[in-house]
């Protein structure tokens, strides 16, 4: 079936450093998501790509839509404490199914 | 209502004993999604709806598992006979149309904890 492979699993990191994350498919998606996952919440939007090659940004937030269509990386710069959580990215094939698929996350945590 | 609402927030069962996890979607949205977050995994897909009916029910880790729509609106999803392994959050999204164009809206989840 189809997988996402999220790197790395957890960070761990200073306050005002810039993270990068990322995620790799075996199989081709037409559209690549991401979100972030509060403590005892439901996952949000942060970014939506829907073009191989589009570099979008939210803010300290950028992401990008590999050229291959199986991958995709989010940056975050200058983190802040809010910046803690789990990110999640997600990757949808119209062409296969309408399932969205997420992968398992990277955990981020900003030392005091 | 504004958001997903999810029920219980919480619920603790004892091993065996049947469960119903209940989703009230977004008003309007026609697509709703069900996905399970075990401690420290990602979000497993189990099923999606588009209306009352689901195209796609490979997700489902048994035949123990079960959903239904009804209405396009509220879905339940039924777990029999829980297990212990069956212990994870379950998150419901909505959204107005199924695929990846479309942004889901999660709920906050329901915690199952089988003993």
């Known amino acids: 079936g189809q997988q996402l492979n999220q790197s790395p699993q957890s960070m761990f990191i200073q306050e005002g450093e810039d993270v990068s994350m990322n995620c790799t498919s075996s199989s081709i998606f037409n559209t690549w998501l991401w979100y972030k996952q509060d403590p005892g919440e439901g996952p949000v939007l942060l970014i939506a790509l829907y073009k191989a090659g589009e570099l979008t940004s939210n803010g300290r937030l950028t992401a990008q839509f590999g050229i291959t269509r199986k991958d995709s990386f989010l940056n975050i710069s200058a983190s802040i404490p809010s910046d803690v959580g789990i990110y999640f990215c997600?990757?949808?094939?119209?062409?296969?199914?309408?399932?969205?698929?997420f992968g398992k996350g990277t955990r981020l945590h900003i030392l005091p | 209502g504004a958001g997903v609402s999810q029920s219980p927030s919480n619920k603790v069962t004892e091993k065996g004993k049947d469960v119903e996890l209940r989703c009230d979607p977004i008003s309007g949205h026609t697509a709703l999604y069900w996905y399970r977050q075990s401690l420290g995994q990602g979000l497993e897909f189990l099923i999606y709806?588009?209306?009352?009916?689901?195209?796609?029910k490979s997700g489902l880790p048994s035949d123990r598992f079960s959903a239904e729509r009804t209405g396009g609106s509220v879905s339940t999803l039924t777990i029999q006979r829980t297990q212990q392994e069956d212990s994870a959050v379950y998150l419901c999204?909505?959204?107005?149309?199924?695929?990846?164009?479309?942004?889901?809206?999660f709920g906050a989840g329901s915690r199952l904890t089988v003993l």
């Open positions: 999204a909505s959204s107005l149309g199924v695929g990846g164009a479309n942004v889901l809206t």
């Open positions: 997600a990757g949808h094939n119209q062409n296969r199914d309408d399932k969205i698929i």
């Open positions: 709806f588009q209306g009352n009916s689901a195209p796609d």
